[in-house]
C-alpha cells in the first residue's frame, strides 16, 4: 500500500532534549516536505527536499533541521525543542509540483 | 512571494445545501492552486487542483473549484454537501517556477447538519 509513514504519533516531550520524528514513504516520490498545524494558521511549510541531498527552507524553518540521505526517508530533527514547537507535524511527499501530496497521519508534539 | 487567504474561517450549512468556500491568492508569477480536505484526526486528501487550461476543475466528491486571474481568487463549491463533508478543507498556492515551496491558507471548518 503507497503510504508516508510517520513515527511517533504522539511525543510529550521536556525543553532541551533533542529529538527526531521520522518520515519515510514507499512510493519512490521525489519531493518530501514537513509542515506544522496550529489552530487559525493553517499548514506552515517548515522545509522540503526535491531529493536527496536537496534540502531548502520554507516558512518557518526556525529550531529545526533535516536530512535526507534516501529518497524514501527524511526526518525531522529538533535540536533544542522549545514549548513554542508544541504542534501538530504533517509528513508528505509527491512526485513532482502538479502532484497531489501524500499525507502522514501526522505527530502530535507537545514540548514542556 | 505567493499567500493565500482563506475568507472564511468557519462555514456552517445545511445537509443539502450548497456551499461555497473562498479563496483568494497573491503572486506575481503563474501558480498552481489545490484544494485539501482534512478529516478530524487525518492527514489531508487533495480535493482538486489548478495547473494550467480549463479555468473550472471539477475534483472528488462533487466538489469544483474556478479560477479566475482577475480576481486571483480559486472559490471552491459544491451544490449539495452532505453530512459526511464535515471537514476542514485548506486551499494552497505554490508558484510553477519554485512549486516546491507551498502556502496553505489559514482552513474553513465546514460544519453541515441536518
Known amino acids: 500500500e503507497a503510504q508516508v509513514t510517520q513515527n511517533p504519533r504522539y511525543l510529550i516531550t521536556v525543553t532541551g532534549k533533542k529529538l527526531t520524528v521520522t518520515c519515510s514513504q514507499n512510493?519512490?516520490?521525489?519531493?518530501m516536505s514537513w509542515y506544522r498545524q496550529d489552530p487559525g494558521l493553517g499548514l506552515r511549510q517548515i522545509y522540503y527536499?526535491?531529493?536527496?541531498?536537496?534540502?531548502d527552507k520554507g516558512d518557518v524553518p526556525e529550531g529545526y533541521k533535516v536530512s535526507r540521505k534516501e529518497k524514501r526517508n527524511f526526518p525531522l530533527i529538533l535540536e533544542s525543542p522549545s514549548p513554542n514547537q508544541t504542534s501538530l507535524y504533517f509528513c508528505?511527499?509527491?512526485?513532482?509540483?502538479?502532484?497531489?501530496?501524500?499525507f502522514g497521519n501526522g505527530t502530535r508534539l507537545t514540548v514542556t | 512571494a505567493q499567500s493565500v487567504t482563506q475568507l472564511d474561517s468557519q462555514v456552517p450549512v445545511f445537509e443539502e445545501a450548497p456551499v461555497e468556500l473562498r479563496c483568494n491568492y497573491s503572486s506575481s508569477v503563474s501558480v498552481y492552486l489545490f484544494w485539501y480536505v482534512q478529516y478530524p484526526n487525518q492527514g489531508l486528501q487533495l480535493l482538486l487542483k489548478?495547473?494550467?487550461?480549463?479555468?473550472l476543475v471539477k475534483g472528488i466528491n462533487g466538489f469544483e473549484a474556478e479560477f479566475n486571474k482577475s480576481q486571483t481568487s480559486f472559490h471552491l463549491r459544491k451544490p449539495s454537501v452532505h453530512i459526511s463533508d464535515t471537514a476542514e478543507y485548506f486551499c494552497?498556492?505554490?508558484?510553477?517556477?519554485?512549486?516546491?515551496?507551498?502556502?496553505f491558507g489559514a482552513g474553513t471548518q465546514v460544519v453541515v447538519t441536518p
Open positions: 527536499s526535491m531529493n536527496v541531498e536537496a534540502t
Open positions: 508528505a511527499s509527491s512526485s513532482t509540483g502538479s502532484s497531489p501530496l501524500h
Open positions: 489548478y495547473l494550467s487550461g480549463s479555468t
Open positions: 512510493m519512490n516520490h521525489e519531493y
Open positions: 494552497a498556492v505554490s508558484e510553477s517556477d519554485s512549486w516546491g515551496k507551498l502556502q
